[in-house]
């Protein structure tokens, strides 16, 4: 039902994701909907707990065979771009919900919970090797944070004068020592 419920987001944007939706289009009956879920904020934290592991798997993956730390980073800041710009629900969500994802990456004090950037953070943090903590400055956390805020403000703003391959050797600068 994740799934679906990506696919939907992708088709008629989160605004209008419900359980009832999700239910009809996978087949199941709303009160199993119901019962997986509980509600529609379960339902969208469970989406975007399969799209952080998705992206995670994908993270891993674009760099996977690569032994220079400095080429692994800019591949996976590279593939992250790439990622992003080829993510329907996502790209449908930026076009004509773009508060919805603002407000995922927004950090309000009292909220209750963590950004969408400290979410991707943390998955990271989980998959860092060694020789990555060892040279990501000025420490493992802050660095890999600059890229992911690096990653969502060319997200959020896509027009550039900088190709991928660029934004990615200047995170590569600005992190690698």
């Known amino acids: 039902m994740v799934e679906v ?11 209008a994701l419900s359980l009832t939706s999700v239910a009809r289009h996978a087949g199941v009956a709303r009160a199993t909907a119901y019962r997986m879920f509980g509600g529609r904020e379960a339902l969208v934290s469970a989406i975007v707990s399969h799209e952080r592991e998705r992206l ?10 690569e032994p220079d ?5 800019r591949k996976r800041v590279i593939g992250s771009l790439g990622y992003i710009r080829d993510h329907q629900a996502l790209q449908y969500v930026l076009r004509n919900e773009p508060e919805e994802v603002v407000r995922s990456l927004v950090t309000v004090e009292g909220a209750g ?12 943090m ?8 060892a040279v990501i400055h000025p420490n493992p956390r802050a660095g890999i944070e600059y890229m992911v805020r690096t990653v969502y403000s060319c997200m959020l703003v896509p027009s550039s004068s900088m190709s991928d391959e660029e934004i990615a050797d200047m995170v590569v ?5």
């Open 5 to 15: 419920g990506v696919a939907l987001v992708s088709r008629f944007g989160a605004k």
């Open 56 to 65: 995670r798997v994908e993270l891993t993956g674009w760099a996977a065979d």
């Open 113 to 124: 919970g963590p950004s969408l950037i400290d979410l991707i953070v943390d998955s990271a």
């Open 126 to 133: 989980e998959d860092i090797t060694d020789d990555e903590a």
């Open 69 to 73: 730390v400095a080429e692994r980073v």
């Open 173 to 177: 600068r600005a992190v690698i020592r």
